[in-house]
T-cell receptor
Framework: AQSVTQPDIHITVSEGASLELRCNYS??????LFWYVQSPGQGLQLLLK??????LVQGIKGFEAEFKRSQSSFNLRKPSVHWSDAAEYFC??????????FGAGTRLTVKP | KAGVTQTPRYLIKTRGQQVTLSCSPI?????VSWYQQTPGQGLQFLFE???????NKGNFPGRFSGRQFSNSRSEMNVSTLELGDSALYLC?????????????FGSGTRLTVV
């Protein structure tokens, strides 16, 4: 069944450092993949999505993600992290019921 | 334009009671989906409504139900509340049915069952 796995529960990076959040998917065909961000007490905001085509996807807030079929991955990256990026990040894939299936999330802490 | 509005933001109920949560989608959006978020189970799909019809349903007991009105506003009802129903309930809207183009989420309703 379609699913995503986020191996890292918590990541800490220094402000200004680069960031990579990992996401592995399980799906037979080309998946529809998403990254969302959730700030404390808030809903989820869509950062970017991948359906097909160019495997490097640009999103909002300076984020990008790369779809790698050979590695079943869709990792999220940002070249320079800002303190305001501290939040929880969710990778998601469209499931067979046309529902969104989320990973467990990765909590990002940004050190000054 | 206004985003997805969920009311109330916070709710405290007693076991055995029932609760109704409300969601107003972005103007023009016709699809509304509901998700439950808990620390233990993460984000789980409850159901999706499009044009007043339930299109999909997740793996939740019948105590969880919903409906959608002609103006696309949606309500979710949980009857006979259990402690395990304590969660953040998120509503998401999209222009068309299905999730392929991504959702816009509301800020959620935090339900605490005591």
């Amino acid at each position: 069944a379609q699913s995503v796995t986020q191996p890292d529960i918590h990541i800490t990076v220094s402000e200004g450092a680069s960031l990579e959040l990992r996401c592995n998917y399980s799906y037979g065909a080309t998946p529809y993949l998403f990254w969302y961000v959730q700030s404390p007490g808030q809903g989820l905001q869509l950062l970017l999505k991948y359906f097909s085509g160019d495997t490097l996807v640009q999103g909002i807030k300076g984020f990008e993600a790369e779809f790698k079929r050979s590695q079943s991955s869709f990792n999220l990256r940002k070249p320079s992290v800002h303190w305001s990026d501290a939040a929880e990040y969710f990778c998601a894939v469209v499931g067979p019921n046309n529902d969104m299936r989320f990973g467990a999330g990765t909590r990002l802490t940004v050190k000054p | 334009k206004a985003g997805v509005t969920q009311t109330p933001r916070y709710l405290i109920k007693t076991r055995g009671q029932q609760v109704t949560l409300s969601c107003s989608p972005i103007s023009g959006h016709r699809s509304v989906s509901w998700y439950q978020q808990t620390p233990g189970q993460g984000l789980q799909f409850l159901f999706e409504y499009f044009s007043e019809t339930q299109r999909n349903k997740g793996n939740f007991p019948g105590r969880f139900s919903g409906r959608q009105f002609s103006n696309s506003r949606s309500e979710m009802n949980v009857s006979t509340l259990e402690l395990g129903d304590s969660a953040l309930y998120l509503c998401a809207s999209s222009l068309l049915a299905g999730v392929n183009y991504g959702y816009t989420f509301g800020s959620g309703t935090r339900l605490t069952v005591v």
